[in-house]
């Protein structure tokens, strides 16, 4: 019994080594696991707040539309030979513009509305191209060699554009808001000279005759 002592007391102090290895060995490998369960939850972190994609730019507000029916009328006075009337009719999507001095220069243009923008066209290349803003058009009248700039306020009856016509000749009117009237009568021939008076009614004296032009809309046919 004496000899077997010292084992016993070799064993039991193996016994309490391995012990104490087992307890530090778990101590070394819990913060491992602490460290990658915070790295796993940062990573987690970094993924979920992803900087958001750009808004896009907000859309342009659409163009304002023309009214079913209405009428423009504008003044161009960077003319050297005086000052152009014009004056614009829509009806539904379809638009005739007329473009006169009151002396010897008309111009007719037609054409389509569309979309708050209208393009018309007459003859001898004459152009129109216009928009409206809410409160009227503005754009760009092209007769002959001349270009200009233009705008055009709405106008309520009895302002517009008028026309008579007899035996080929045109009589052409266009009344503004003021009751102020510019014409050209067009012959047969196709020369041209001031239009006779036009009376707020739409009467006019045509070649010793009382005669009543008719008002022109956006639909008609003319030119």
Do not use: H
């Not at 539309?65 to 005086?82: H, L, T, W």
């Not at 409206?132 to 055009?152: C, H, K, N, P, Y």
């Not at 067009?186 to 008002?215: E, I």
């Amino acid at each position: 019994m004496k000899r077997l002592g010292p084992w016993i007391t070799l064993a039991a102090v193996a016994v309490l080594g391995i012990v104490l290895l087992i307890v530090n060995m778990s101590k070394e490998t819990e913060p491992t696991a602490t460290t990658t369960a915070t790295t796993a939850v940062t990573t987690t972190a970094v993924t979920t707040t992803a900087a958001p994609a750009p808004s896009s730019a907000p859309a342009a507000p659409p163009a304002p539309g023309f009214p079913a029916q209405a009428d423009y009328v504008g003044k161009i006075a960077e003319r050297a030979a005086g000052a152009l009337t014009l004056e614009i009719t829509v009806e539904g999507g379809k638009a005739v513009a007329y473009a006169c001095d009151g002396r010897s220069v008309e111009s007719w243009l037609q054409g389509d509305v569309s979309n708050g923008t209208l393009r018309l066209t007459g003859k001898n290349g004459a152009t129109l191209d216009g928009a409206s803003t809410g409160a009227g058009v503005r754009g760009t009248l092209a007769v002959g060699d001349g270009r200009w700039e233009f705008t055009a306020a709405p106008v309520s009856p009895p302002a517009g554009l008028y026309v008579y016509t007899d035996n080929g000749v045109r009589q052409s009117w266009i009344i503004d808001a003021s009751g102020g009237v510019t014409g050209v009568q067009r012959a047969a021939d196709g020369a041209t000279s001031p239009a006779p008076a036009l009376a707020p009614n739409a009467t006019a004296t045509v070649g010793g005759r009382t005669v009543t032009a008719n008002k022109v809309s956006g639909d008609d046919n003319v030119g």
